[in-house]
């Protein structure tokens, strides 16, 4: 019951993720970061199967990075995300990964964009943008409320009616997120949206 | 659900004296949710000569990229553009080239030939070139654009009464199937300009 959504707003793209790491029944933890943060001015968040997610968001982070060494300057918003479409179109007849990624970035005179990257290698550049269960919610949030050029505080209030509606209509629903934005100070993380604190350690009685 | 109608597509394509028109919905869907609103299924090959490709989106944009670099090499090697038959040939062989693992597309291509005759055709997902003299369509409302081209075309149509055609066999086919629709994207081509034009239908 992965839940991923993102938005562009002004002058800032920001993506917001669940952090469970879920096994069938169990829940193995709760503060599993899935939105990575690629380089200065992009964030990379990720939904599908655990493996998959990690081995893959972690490829492209270091390809990111060695473009940049090599070449001296970075990637684009929309390199990037014709590169991750070619790897996993690549890769979709040989060994698929079932990875969906809402891809964010800010670039210096083009400003925030977001694009949507299925796990069968579909790119769109869109304004909002959900994978998973939680899309049925958070789009039908985000179709209602959004509005181009939101402030960051209009945005927050929005993901926080998402969190709320997934949170009560979802089933098995996730109940931490994490959130984080790009505008061109750079990509952060901007807040956790906690219900449920892992402990910090248990004690042997 | 079959494959070719996981993200939902329209496209058709129609002759008229001298022009040529191509048209396709914006829908970008997984099965029963609606992504995108603004998705481009045609794409310019050259000045005259468009494609337009239905099916898989994955296997659209792939392919797309695919033939454009193709075009590409053609253009360097013969300091020309493709003919629009050529290009047909060219898209079919690559189609079956993956006979047994093919591209889940079908697509539509329409272009003016030499002396400015308009070209059309339609194939298959595996290369099975279909040429018409008026009409060619595809995508999962296909069944619902032959019935309405076949009652609203007529021969040898000027431009702007091909334009309103094509759009609305394109409004009245997409409005009757749910995976393809909000909206239409209309390029009429003829031997001096190119008018593209976005449709407003029922976006549902």
């Given at each position: 019951?992965?839940?991923?959504?993102?938005?562009?707003?002004?002058?800032?793209?920001?993506?917001?993720?669940?952090?469970?790491?879920?096994?069938?029944?169990?829940?193995?933890?709760?503060?599993?970061?899935?939105?990575?943060?690629?380089?200065?001015?992009?964030?990379?968040?990720?939904?599908?199967?655990?493996?998959?997610?990690?081995?893959?968001?972690?490829?492209?982070?270091?390809?990111?990075?060695?473009y940049e060494f090599r070449n001296g300057i970075p990637l684009t918003?929309?390199?990037?995300?014709?590169?991750?479409?070619?790897?996993?179109?690549?890769?979709?007849?040989?060994?698929?990964?079932?990875v969906n990624i809402l891809l964010a970035g800010y670039d210096k005179n083009i400003g925030p964009s977001l694009y949507y990257i299925d796990y069968i290698a579909t790119l769109h550049k869109v304004d909002k943008g959900a994978f998973g269960y939680g899309s049925y919610f958070s789009l039908s949030m985000m179709d209602r409320h959004y509005k181009s050029g939101m402030s960051l505080e209009e945005a927050i209030d929005l993901v926080d009616k998402c969190i709320i509606e997934i949170r009560s209509r979802l089933v098995v629903a996730p109940p931490n997120f994490v959130i984080k934005i790009v505008?061109?100070?750079?990509?952060?993380?901007?807040?956790?949206?906690?219900?449920?604190?892992?402990?910090?350690?248990?004690?042997?009685? | 659900m079959s494959i070719f109608e996981y993200n939902g597509s329209a496209v058709v394509a129609m002759v008229g004296k001298n022009c040529f028109a191509i048209a396709s919905?914006?829908?970008?869907?997984?099965?029963?949710?609606?992504?995108?609103?603004?998705?481009?299924?045609?794409?310019?090959?050259?000045?005259?000569?468009?494609?337009?490709l239905s099916g898989l989106a994955t296997d659209v944009q792939t392919l797309y990229q695919r033939l454009i670099f193709r075009h590409k090499l053609y253009q360097l090697?013969?300091?020309?553009?493709?003919?629009?038959?050529?290009?047909?040939?060219?898209?079919?062989?690559?189609?079956?080239?993956?006979?047994?693992?093919?591209?889940?597309?079908?697509?539509?291509?329409?272009?003016?030939?030499?002396?400015?005759?308009?070209?059309?055709?339609?194939?298959?997902?595996?290369?099975?070139?279909?040429?018409?003299?008026?009409?060619?369509?595809?995508?999962?409302?296909?069944?619902?654009?032959?019935?309405?081209?076949?009652?609203?075309?007529?021969?040898?149509?000027?431009?702007?009464?091909?334009?309103?055609?094509i759009s609305q066999a394109l409004l009245s086919s997409v409005d009757r199937d749910c995976l393809s629709g909000w909206g239409g994207h209309v390029l009429l081509v003829t031997s001096t300009e190119v008018q593209e034009r976005t449709l407003k239908g029922r976006m549902d």
């Open positions: 019951m992965e839940c991923v959504f993102g938005m562009v707003g002004d002058g800032f793209a920001l993506v917001a993720a669940d952090t469970s790491a879920v096994h069938s029944i169990l829940v193995h933890k709760s503060n599993e970061d899935k939105v990575m943060i690629l380089d200065s001015h992009k964030l990379l968040g990720a939904s599908g199967e655990a493996g998959d997610r990690v081995q893959f968001t972690e490829y492209i982070q270091k390809n990111v990075h060695v918003t929309a390199a990037t995300a014709n590169f991750t479409r070619c790897e996993l179109a690549l890769a979709l007849r040989k060994n698929p990964y079932f505008d061109k100070d750079g990509a952060r993380e901007y807040a956790w949206r906690e219900s449920i604190k892992d402990a910090a350690g248990v004690s042997a009685a | 919905d914006r829908r970008l869907g997984v099965n029963l949710q609606t992504i995108a609103t603004d998705f481009q299924r045609i794409f310019k090959i050259h000045d005259k000569l468009y494609i337009g090697r013969e300091e020309r553009d493709m003919k629009p038959q050529t290009f047909a040939s060219l898209v079919s062989a690559i189609l079956y080239e993956k006979r047994f693992g093919p591209y889940f597309c079908q697509p539509v291509i329409a272009g003016l030939g030499d002396d400015d005759v308009p070209f059309i055709c339609t194939m298959d997902c595996i290369g099975a070139k279909e040429l018409a003299k008026d009409f060619v369509v595809s995508g999962t409302a296909s069944e619902s654009l032959y019935g309405a081209c076949e009652s609203m075309y007529k021969p040898n149509m000027e431009p702007e009464e091909l334009f309103e055609t």
